[in-house]
């Protein structure tokens, strides 16, 4: 992969949650490419091991479940192991469920036959909440443990859902707000220790998550697609790499070091459109 431009992270130990998937898995390759060591974690080892065997010898998988404290505190150990201490974490881990999400996007008085708000599964809701929020919480309670004598910085991944709502998926929306409300209360608490915290909220990129959310089995957009690029004043989806710039930055001490408690989005202006 290329990368915008080139930070000396020799000396950092990172721990990437999600790391398996579309995003997280290229952070963690253009950070090796910056001479970071980095350990990534997922649920899913097998697509963690994969990228992992493609970086190379600074590179480590290792089979993680956010939600799962005992989990986390096993990879941590693992990681001290092979690398030493943490002083760099990524929360990745995140995403939606359909249990959780309407067919609607508004309502309507005769609903029949569709899955409208009042048919949402709590269990959906509790989910998405903890797939995002309460991994956050666990996983940084155990890494950030590394940090508070050293210094260190945390990452998370917010989403332009964050700042603007959308339809048919409140429970997500409402998650990677308290995301970005979690990443302001951690620059705070930590500011003392010399722990920098800050977000990266992505506008609309396409992952294996939003696929069949875009575009349709033949290949074509969506309705929902034309919406999103018509309130997109740049008017296409994000490249993965439209984020390494942003992630480089806040990775390194010298050009970010007095930056903490920011959400930045990385969306070609769909946080700033007000559609007129």
Known sequence: MSIPFNVDLKDKTIAITGAGGV?????????????????????????????????GK??????????????????????????????????????NNPRASTDNETMTPD???????????????????????????LVTQVFAADMVKTGGNIINISSMNAFRPLTKIPAYSAAKAGISNFTQWLAVHFAPCGIRCNAIAPGFFVTNQNRALLFNEDGTPTARTGKILAATPMKKFGEISDLIGCLLWLADDNASGFVTGTVIPVDGGFSAYSGV
């Open 23 to 55: 995003i997280c898995s290229e952070f963690a390759r253009a950070l090796a490419s910056c001479g970071a060591k980095v350990a990534l974690l997922d649920v899913n080892y097998d697509a963690a091991k994969a990228v992992a065997d493609g970086i």
């Open 111 to 137: 609903t029949a036959g569709i899955k409208d708000f009042f048919a949402l599964e709590e269990s959906g809701l509790k989910f998405v909440f903890d797939l995002n929020i309460t991994s956050a919480f």
């Open 58 to 95: 600074n590179a480590l998988a290792v089979r993680c479940n956010c939600l799962d404290k005992a989990s986390i505190v096993e990879a941590k150990k693992t990681i001290n192991d092979a690398f030493g201490a943490v002083n760099f974490l990524i929360n990745g881990a995140g995403g």
